[in-house]
C-alpha cells in the first residue's frame, strides 16, 4: 500500500518504478480511499494501541494505492525494499528511506507474513480483480 502521505508527495510513480525494478510483479492495483470504518478493520490489531486514532485520521485523510505483488520471497523481500518503519533507520536506498517522513507518515504499507499478505489482498480486491 502506498499511503497517503506518499500520494500527496507525488511519489506513486518513483515507488512502482523501485517495486518492479526490484523484481515484484503487480497482479491487482487500485487508486482508492479508505474510509473511517475501512481504516479500523484493516488495523483493527492496533486497535489497543495509543496511537490507533491518529492511525485511522492519517490513512483516511487522502487517497492510497492498493496493490499485491508477486515474487518468490515475497514477503520478505518487500520487507527489505520498503525498510525500517522510522525511516531514519531505514537503509540507505529503501522506500522508506528515500520517501517517508517519519515513523508515522512512513510512505508504504507492506504485509508481515504470507498469511496476512493474503488477508490484506483479500480486503481491498475481489478475485475478479486479481489477474
Known sequence: MIKPDA??????GAILDKITAAGFRIVAMKYTQLSTRDAEIFYAIHKE????????????????????????NAVDDFRALIGATNPEEAAEGTIRKLYAASIGENAVHGS????????EGAFHFSGREIY
Open 7 to 12: 500520494v500527496e508527495n507525488g511519489y506513486i
Open 49 to 72: 494501541r495509543p496511537f490507533f486514532g491518529e492511525l485511522v485520521e492519517f490513512m483516511t485523510r487522502g487517497p492510497i494505492v492498493v496493490a499485491i505483488l508477486e515474487k518468490d
Open 112 to 119: 508481515d507474513s504470507d498469511e496476512n499478505a493474503a488477508i
